[in-house]
Structure formats: C-alpha cells, structure tokens
T-cell receptor
Framework: EPEVTQTPSHQVTQMGQEVILRCVPI?????FYWYRQILGQKVEFLVS????????KSEIFDDQFSVERPDGSNFTLKIRSTKLEDSAMYFC????????????FGPGTRLLVL | DAKTTQPPSMDCAEGRAANLPCNHSTISGNEYVYWYRQIHSQGPQYIIHGLKNNETNEMASLIITEDRKSSTLILPHATLRDTAVYYC???????????????FGKGTKLSVIP
C-alpha cells in the first residue's frame, strides 16, 4: 500500500540554525500538508500546498517557515532560524484530489532544538 | 468546522468491541465525520469517515445517529495494538476548491487491556 514517507526521523539542531524536513507524498496525490505536534499537545495545522503554491496557512506558519516542492516527488518544510519552541513532531500529509478528502499522514520527524 | 466532544479516556478488554462516542451537535448538512487515530507518537492514521449513513471498512464501523448530532466508532474485536488516541473530526465535504485542513482535538485515549 502506498504511503507517505518522511526524512529524517529525528533531527537535533542548535537554536538559530536552518533545518529542512523532507516528505515524499503518495505519488498520485495533488494536495500536501504540514502539521506539527508539540510534546503532549494537539496536532496543529501549519500549511497546505497545491499547484505549487500555498493554499492556506495557520498563524503558526510565520516568515520563518517556507515550503517547497523542488521536484516531482519531494515536499519540504524549511525553518530558517530555529527557536526552542519549534521543538515538535512534524507530520506531512497528502490528499489525492478534489472530491477525495482523506488525508494520509507520514510517520513524522522529531525535531529537537537545543 | 463543527466542534466535537469526546471522553478523554476509555478502557476496553482485549477481544471485546470498543465503542468510542463523539458528540457533534452543531454539525451542518455538508460536514462529514472523520475518525483518525494516533498510536504513541506516530502519524495520525485514517480510520473511516461518513456523512449520514453507517459505514464499515476493514478497520472499523461508524454509526451516525439519524439527527447526525453524535456518532460512535466501533472496533469490533479490540487488540492491544488498537491502544491509541482516537480523534473524531468534523470536516466540510467537497464543495469546490479548499485546503481541507484537519482540526484535531484532544481525542479519546483508548487503552486495550489484556
């Protein structure tokens, strides 16, 4: 069964450093998402992406965040200058098409900012 | 999206049916009920969704009351691997372009006991 994959599974970085989290969505899916989950808290929506542009973003997704689909398979989340409070699990999700609303999630990347 | 209310935790004996309730009294006519689960810190896993008819798949059954103000997710023969946090999410269905991000609550922590 096709699945969303994410790399790395764990990332440790110093405050102020840039990180790039990578996702490979399911191959025929057209809509892509990033969510995050701070330890012990709810899963929160960050951003959605379709047709090579952001379609919606939350207030969490400030200027420090960016997303990109650099080629036909990868979908990346970049945090330019990490803060301690960016420590969280980051989940990528994808959805096939309009009319098919189910989102499928990847296993997540655990980011720790020191 | 309509708000949902779920009990914070439930226990279920292994091999028995687990019945997880969800109240969504403000649901509107074009909103679907989705169920996801999250095992430990893994990515949320899609289980099932429905609009007004009862639904069944290989994982679970979804029973939606006639007035659509509540629903029950049924895991017919719970196993230890079903121990997870279960999220009931109400989400507008297809109505044209939209990012359809999911809004997660705190969910129900289901513990399956040997």
């Amino acid at each position: 069964e096709p699945e969303v994959t994410q790399t790395p599974s764990h990332q440790v970085t110093q405050m102020g450093q840039e990180v790039i989290l990578r996702c490979v969505p399911i191959s025929n899916h057209l809509y892509f998402y990033w969510y995050r989950q701070i330890l012990g808290q709810k899963v929160e929506f960050l951003v959605s992406f379709y047709n090579n542009e952001i379609s919606e973003k939350s207030e969490i997704f400030d200027d420090q965040f960016s997303v990109e689909r650099p080629d036909g398979s990868n979908f990346t989340l970049k945090i330019r200058s990490t803060k301690l409070e960016d420590s969280a699990m980051y989940f990528c999700a994808s959805r096939e098409r309009q009319g098919q609303e189910t989102q499928y999630f990847g296993p997540g990347t655990r980011l720790l900012v020191l | 999206d309509a708000k949902t209310t779920q009990p914070p935790s439930m226990d279920c004996a292994e091999g028995r049916a687990a019945n997880l309730p969800c109240n969504h009294s403000t649901i509107s006519g074009n909103e679907y009920v989705y169920w996801y689960r999250q095992i430990h810190s893994q990515g949320p896993q899609y289980i099932i969704h429905g609009l007004k008819n009862n639904e069944t798949n290989e994982m679970a059954s979804l029973i939606i009351t006639e007035d659509r103000k509540s629903s029950t997710l049924i895991l017919p023969h719970a196993t230890l691997r079903d121990t997870a946090v279960y999220y009931c999410i109400v989400r507008v269905g297809y109505s044209g372009a939209g990012s359809y991000q999911l809004t997660f609550g705190k969910g129900t922590k289901l513990s399956v006991i040997p």
